[in-house]
């Protein structure tokens, strides 16, 4: 039953010890289970990777530790606090209306050191260490207050497992600079291979460096560093610096990792390839639907979005020539580069790429590299434009869910794949046909 925004918005938290103590001893199970799930990528011989990669990886270990006490103990001690659920939306408030004044100081703060003026710039530092101060003293209440909204939605959709109090997995993520993953693709192919998940703090030039170093290494790979804003540990950690809605967004889509760990299709995840892309795009789509709720839940705003139906197999209407469309060009780019790899045109392939890239930047979409790294990380999410839209999952997974009486249907549905072909049989089933 649909609940309204002021009484739904987050679970009580004057919880019983005897109910606390049951959430932790079921928290750290799967701590344990989804420590190894932050591999992103599957194995291969990477020695030389393991040598230029390791003065910039992240300590997933010490981090997992850290957080997953800090989170726990924080919330033991606050058992029985009595803040209500207007207080918790004031600090939400609070917290993210601090975000663009951040933003605007650390720029600040970039301006005066590169014009050389110490003393502006002691000024500027002040200002964003007293923003950055005041959004830590917010964050564990700003968490918790996103984790009971993002469950109640869950559990509202009926997606989230429920034994009696606990919801399974918790929903449990804690806010980290988004951290850095190297991404690699053969030069002749697109294909995401392993990749490593670095510091957050790697700076450009080092990026720069180390995808060179990589390439050095092997004449016949492609590599980029890309910038994300979530990753499944437990808790998992998502960007401080999103807007509220598409934070939420990213909550449910690394906790949709967490559940599905305990799938078929969540424990395929390493597989790669198809079932790799099923599993991002899946958690794509319940994102959308979780995340709007979560949002009402919150605040009140409701998102519109048109019912749920299958995707037009049918051409695109003709592009107008006056307005640049990102979507068509990236596709036109993907297209044309596996039609020239298909051919063993891979020099001429990255000169194709090179263009294009230059041709963004002259549209004011400044990208540092365009190769076959790039489509692989954006290809893995089917519905990502960037990826060149040739990846079919994203438009099979839709023509499911409009056929599915539900989310948690649709959802159930999907967790049991395990092998490729499998969801294609399913959309086709449903009346998915490829697009002309």
Known sequence: MAQNAETATLAPRGRTAAAARLLRRAAAPAALALLLF????RGDAIGALDRATAPYQRDLVLWEASHFLDKWGHRIASIGDDDDAEARRAAVDEFFSLREPLARARQDLSAALAA??????QAMLADARAIEQRRAELQPVVEEAIEAA???SLLELEVIDALGPLRWPPVDFTFAQG?????RSPRDRVERLTDRLLRADVDLLSQAVLEERVEADDDGMSALVVRIGGVATYPAHVTPNAALHPTLALVVHEWMHHWLIFRPLGRAWWQGGELTSINETLADIVAEEAGDLALFKLTGQRVERPPWQPPAAQPAPDPNPDVFDFNRFM???RVRLDALLAEGRVAEAEV????RRLGLQERGVPLRKLNTAYFAFYGTYAGDPRGGGVNPIDGQLRTLRAAAPSLAAFVDQVARIDRPGELEEAARAAGWRPAP
Request: no cysteine; glycine share 16%.
């Open 116 to 121: 050389g003026d110490d003393g502006d710039a």
């Open 179 to 183: 951290g850095l993953v190297l991404v």
């Open 38 to 41: 932050v591999s992103v990528g």
């Open 352 to 355: 194709w790429l090179e263009e």
């Open 331 to 333: 596709r036109e780019t």
């Open 150 to 152: 993002v469950s109640a």
